[in-house]
C-alpha cells in the first residue's frame, strides 16, 4: 500500500497550506474502507497526533492545538485525504505523515494504530 504526501512548504506565521496525500489506486481499492489520520513530527521530538478522519466521514478528531485552525477531510472518489492549515504558527513547523488504518481504534492518537505511512512532508512556519 502506498500514500503519497505532498502540499508542504515554507509559510509565514498566519500564511495557510494544503496538504494532500493520496493512496496508490493500484494496491489501495478500498480506501473507503480506511480511517485516515495525519500525525506530524518536529525535530528532536516524537511523532504527534494531529488530525483523523473516519472511514464515513462521520467523525473528525484534532489535537487540542489546532482545533479551529485545521480542517480533515476526504474525497473517496480520489483516494485522497487533506490536511488545510490555516492560521499557521512557527510551533506546527514539522514534517507531516499521513496514515490509514484498516480497523476503528480508541486508541487513535497512537501511530500503532495506524497500517500504513506515507513518506512525509515537510512545512515550515517562519515567524
Known amino acids: 500500500v502506498q500514500l503519497q504526501a505532498s502540499g508542504g512548504g515554507l509559510v509565514q506565521a498566519g500564511g495557510s497550506l494544503r496538504l494532500s496525500c493520496a493512496a496508490s489506486?493500484?494496491?489501495?481499492?478500498?480506501?473507503?474502507?480506511?480511517?485516515m489520520g495525519w500525525f506530524r513530527q518536529a525535530p528532536g521530538k516524537e511523532r504527534e497526533f494531529v488530525a483523523r478522519?473516519?472511514?464515513?466521514?462521520?467523525?473528525?478528531y484534532y489535537l487540542d492545538s489546532v482545533k479551529g485552525r485545521f480542517t480533515i477531510s476526504r474525497d473517496n472518489a480520489r483516494n485522497t485525504v487533506y490536511l488545510q492549515m490555516d492560521s499557521l504558527k512557527p510551533e506546527d513547523t514539522a514534517v507531516y505523515y499521513c496514515?490509514?488504518?484498516?480497523?476503528?481504534?480508541?486508541?487513535?492518537?497512537?501511530?500503532?494504530?495506524?497500517?500504513?505511512w506515507g513518506q512525509g512532508t515537510l512545512v515550515t512556519v517562519s515567524s
Open positions: 496514515a490509514a488504518a484498516a480497523t476503528y481504534s480508541a486508541y487513535y492518537r497512537n501511530t500503532g494504530a495506524y497500517d500504513y
Open positions: 489506486e493500484h494496491t489501495f481499492s478500498t480506501f473507503s474502507m480506511y480511517h
Open positions: 478522519i473516519s472511514r464515513d466521514v462521520t467523525s473528525r
